[in-house]
């Protein structure tokens, strides 16, 4: 245990009997050290007087050579036990006498030493010259052991000690009873002190012992605990105060509790019934609220977004026209975007993107939608109907062109050929070839007026749909053709086709007009070549008039006949559109006219290339049926 | 032995003056003393200074503070110049020593120390008596001289001068000796 938390009792003990031993101690010591120096000086003392004796006496015998004399004299040493040993010099330094007398010079010093005392290995020497009437005849040496000395100083630390322990024990009993008297106060106060803190009860109040300074702890203690027992009364009655008024108050926000709840969930319940998608991004577009119109149509729950951002919740929303048009109103633009295809779902939106602000600072976005897609739909239903119209009033006029020309001229020829037949009345030949021209005039009239007829009723055609086998309409047109084939040497040569689904009639028509024609502008031995190759999906992707969702076959019809300039390749799918004059070749201007037609009567595309004298290849893209 | 005593002499003085004298000392001891003084009578010699510092003489025997203490020899000189040199620039007592050479007795008129180079009995014992009244310190080589009346006889035991003090002839002849050299020598 450290001294520092020690109990006061123990701590004055130990401060007293420390304070004891240290002063013994010290003393001990001093007294020790003193006994030493004064033995020493008084073993100096009486060395030096038995030398100045000695010195004196030996004298004559140096003087006269007499080393018995000299001798003799150091052996009176013998009475002083303390001396174990001693030896005169001469004048040159040279060992005249020693005693005891069978010392062996070794243990002596060779030649005599400086003059005086001094402590070696616990003996004293002493050097002394050996002096006669003022002159220096000789030295003396004398050694002395001081082991006296050292048994005198153990007896004194022995004593020491003895005092050391009595005076400890001493005081250690003094100690006890005395530090009681400052210790005991103390302990009853703390005691005091324990009590409360642990039992809370400050009507207790410490004993007082004197008029010392823990006497006055104590007044000061008990002047404390009054002071807190009134200040404890005090707090108790404002506690109870502050309760009642805690409780009032908890009462008051309850009740507004219960009227924002209920606004809350009006504002909630008004926005759950609006027919619009309405939802509050904050500034870092992460989701405030959604209402369940937005629920439904982005197939999701409020409780999935609410705190997430906008374009972890919806990726391909990035770069978006609503992404950019969310983006302005956050720099605080109001944004009415009346059409926008939502990259989300599939559906159209008029969109309001309405910064949330408080003062100046944006700090959200409230956004409006409203689906927009039936009447998309409907608008793109109208359209197709306007487009359709306006394409049965071309056709329309188109009709008005071939009855104002076309079909007027056969009749013009007939009415001249007739007034012709009627001035040559009488030349049978002439009336003849007038005749055969008139009835030709009406012939082609015929292939005309039929030829129209088959236009207008595939337009109106509402067929159903059968497989037909491409090969076996081709063996057919073959057959049908055989003596045109015959008559132009021509080869018509194809890859095994397909087997697609349309009307059976038309695809026989369809191919037999190209082959017609094929057979009939050519200045050659005609050529035909049918190939066919299934769209990719990538491929099908890449045509914008294509449905994606579709798979297509793609015919190309090629010939190697007189071909036509680039410029009119879409012009010669009009009706009546004729390149040539009907001189160089016979034809009506209808056959492409109603291929077009029948292809788009297929939901298909026909294409036309050509190169003037090389040929024309026709491009037939016809559906095979969902993927 | 002799070189020892005589740094005895020279102890108590500089070392400059030691060194000069030790010089010269051996310079005369090399080509003189050594070839006329004995190793013997070099010894003596020196005693017979040293005496100056262990007996006292009464203060009547000297006229008066710097009169010169004198060291007398009587009968042929053994010691040469050794003796000279000796006690060259010594004093006993601040009186400065001074040698001095004897044929007989009449000749003394005073002195302090005085050898007698003479071994025949009937020759000493009348210049003892001769000298009784004179406070004298007689020393002499002759047998048992203390015995006839003189002072101190030098003797040689185991190649070693030795003395014989007769206490009573110095007492009469009002000379204190030191306890000291009656220490180290044989007293009748």
Known sequence: ?627 | MRTGISYIILFNRGLKKACAVFFVLFLFNAQFSQAQTSSEYQVKAVFLYNFTRFVDWPATSFESGNSPFIIGILGNDPFGTYIDETVNGENAAGHPILIRRYKTVKDIDHCHILFINSTDAELIKPMLAELKEKKVLTVSDANSFASLGGIIGFYMENNKIRMQINAGAAKAASLNISSKLLGVAKIL
């Not at chain 1, 402590?119 to 004293?124: D, P």
């Not at chain 1, 000395?149 to 022995?158: A, G, N, P, V």
């Not at chain 1, 008139?438 to 005309?448: K, P």
């Not at chain 1, 492409?592 to 491009?619: D, M, P, S, Y």
Request: overall charge neutral.
């Open chain 1, 1 to 627: 245990m450290k001294l520092t938390d020690a109990p006061i009792q123990r701590k004055l003990m130990s401060v007293i009997i420390l304070s004891c031993a240290v002063v013994v101690l010290l003393m001990s010591a001093a007294f020790i050290l003193f006994e030493y120096y004064s033995f020493k000086k008084s073993l100096e003392g009486q060395i030096s007087t038995l030398a100045e004796t000695i010195a004196y006496n030996s004298s004559a015998a140096i003087i006269f050579d007499s080393p018995q004399e000299a001798n003799d004299i150091l052996n009176a040493l013998s009475a002083e036990k303390r001396i174990v040993a001693a030896s005169l010099y001469d004048a040159e330094g040279k060992l005249f006498a020693k005693y005891p007398i069978d010392l062996p010079n070794i243990s002596l010093p060779v030649k005599p030493g400086v003059k005086g005392f001094r402590f070696i290995a616990g003996h004293l020497e002493v050097f002394r010259p050996v002096v006669q009437k003022d002159a220096t005849v000789g030295t003396l040496y004398i050694k002395s052991n001081m082991e006296a000395m050292y048994i005198q100083l153990k007896k004194y630390m022995m004593l020491a000690a003895w005092l050391f322990c009595c005076s400890l024990f001493v005081a250690y009993l003094l100690s006890r009873s005395l530090t009681k008297t400052i210790s005991q106060p103390i302990l009853a106060l703390e005691q005091t002190a324990k009590m409360i803190s642990d039992k809370r009860d400050y009507s207790v109040r410490a004993v007082k012992f004197g008029k010392d300074e823990v006497g006055a702890l104590t007044d000061a203690f008990n002047n404390m605990l009054t002071r807190i027992e009134v200040q404890n009364a005090e707090i108790t009655s404002f506690n109870i105060k502050l309760e009642q008024k805690v409780r009032e108050r908890t009462n008051e926000l309850e009740s507004a509790n219960i009227y924002l709840k209920q606004q809350n969930d009006f504002v909630e319940t008004i926005l759950d019934s609006s027919a619009h998608i309405i939802a509050v991004l904050d500034k870092d577009l992460r989701f405030n609220s959604l209402n369940r119109k937005g629920e439904e149509l982005y197939h999701t729950k409020k409780e999935k977004v609410i705190g997430k951002s906008y374009l972890d919740v919806f990726p391909e929303s990035i770069n978006s026209p609503a992404h950019l048009d969310i983006q302005r109103a956050l720099r605080g633009e109001y944004v009415h975007n009346t059409v926008s295809r939502s990259a989300v779902i599939d559906g159209y939106f008029e969109n309001y993107f309405i910064p949330l602000k408080l003062g100046e600072e944006v700090y959200g976005v409230l956004i409006l939608s409203h689906d927009i897609t039936d009447i998309m739909e409907a608008n793109e239903k109208l359209k197709e109907l306007n487009n359709e119209l306006e394409k049965s009033n071309r056709d329309l006029e188109q009709f008005a062109f071939i009855a104002s020309h076309d079909l007027q001229e056969p009749l013009r020829k007939i009415h001249i050929f007739n007034d012709m037949l009627a001035e040559n009345f009488h030349d049978e030949q002439n009336m003849r070839k007038y005749q055969a021209k008139i009835d030709q005039s009406a012939r082609r009239m015929q292939d005309l007026i039929m030829d129209v007829l088959n236009f207008s009723r595939i337009s109106k055609s509402e067929e159903a749909f059968t497989q037909n086998d491409l090969n076996l309409i081709i063996e057919n047109l073959k057959n049908d053709f055989e003596l045109l084939i015959t008559e132009k040497d021509a080869t018509i040569s194809y890859e095994p086709l397909p087997v697609i689904p349309g009307i059976a009639l038309q695809l026989s028509q369809l191919f037999s007009n190209l082959i017609s024609n094929s057979l009939k502008y050519n200045d050659k031995k005609p050529a035909i070549n049918i190939a066919t190759h299934f769209l990719t999906r990538e491929e099908t992707k890449a045509n914008k008039k294509l449905n994606p969702a579709i798979r297509y076959v793609q015919i190309i019809f090629s010939d190697n006949g007189i071909g036509f300039e680039t410029k009119y390749s879409e012009q010669i799918f009009t009706i009546f559109q004729r390149l040539h004059g009907k001189q160089a070749y016979s034809g009506t201007g209808i056959g492409l006219a109603l291929c077009r037609k029948i292809v788009e009567n297929h939901q298909g595309i026909i294409t036309a290339e050509g190169q003037v004298g090389v040929g024309a290849t026709f491009t037939i893209i016809l559906p095979m049926g969902n993927l």
